[in-house]
């Protein structure tokens, strides 16, 4: 067993780490050493035990979520390989994990890669994001048909923020907030606000800092 990559598992949901742990037991060349229900438990066991890899998920119920543990994680032990996964279609995250020298990102619902290609990858050095933001259908339209200014105004929008608020985080004007709101309802059929956000919360589209701050 000491030539086995030892890996840890970290997720909320009982379901999620059920199929990670799954998938680490049924491959020879890895030993299952954790399965963990919160992320800030994670920077703990690292500590204290031998861990070659860590499966990350984002988003978390309680404490810090998976960001914030994979940054603590690569400042302390940089040694140690992580994949951050989520189950939703927030790109935005991708580019705060490539900072932090987090190795892989797997979109949980949208990789065509399984999870032990994805280890298996990671752990032979490779950095493995993916080439393309998920493609998820969003009333008439394709995430791909939202520009990426409308993609920010919807992430704000999901956290019940009026258009002016939505400006001033984005440094544009409400009267503009409005235009891409129009837009956005235009292309996809929807015929109010609430509607974007509330499809775009149910598909986890985008997920805005206020949604993941209050998941957590």
């Not at 189950?87 to 020298?101: F, P, Q, V």
Request: charged residues 30%; glycine residues 4%.
């Amino acid at each position: 067993m000491n030539d086995h990559i030892k890996v840890v598992v970290v997720d909320d949901q009982n379901i999620s780490r059920g199929f990670f742990e799954m998938y680490v037991m049924s491959s020879k060349n890895y030993e299952l050493v954790g399965s963990l229900r919160y992320a800030k438990d994670v920077v703990d066991f690292v500590e204290k035990h031998d861990v070659d890899l860590v499966i990350l998920d984002i988003m978390m119920q309680e404490g810090i979520d998976g960001l914030m543990a994979a940054k603590s994680i690569k400042a302390k032990f940089p040694r140690i390989k992580i994949i951050l996964t989520t189950s939703t279609a927030e790109t935005r995250w991708e580019n705060e994990a490539r900072k932090i020298g987090v190795e892989s990102f797997w979109y949980k619902e949208y990789d065509h890669r399984s999870l032990i290609d994805m280890m298996d990858l990671t752990m032979q050095g490779q950095h493995v994001y993916p080439d393309a933001a998920p493609e998820v259908h969003f009333g008439n339209i394709k995430r791909s048909d939202l520009t990426q200014r409308e993609l920010d105004v919807l992430r704000e929008l999901t956290a019940s923020l009026t258009n002016e608020e939505i400006g001033e985080r984005l440094c544009i004007s409400p009267h503009t907030v409005k235009r891409h709101i129009q837009n956005m309802m235009d292309k996809t059929g929807f015929t109010s606000r609430l509607e974007l956000a509330i499809h775009a919360k149910a598909l986890g589209l985008v997920v805005s800092e206020e949604v993941k701050k209050r998941h957590n």
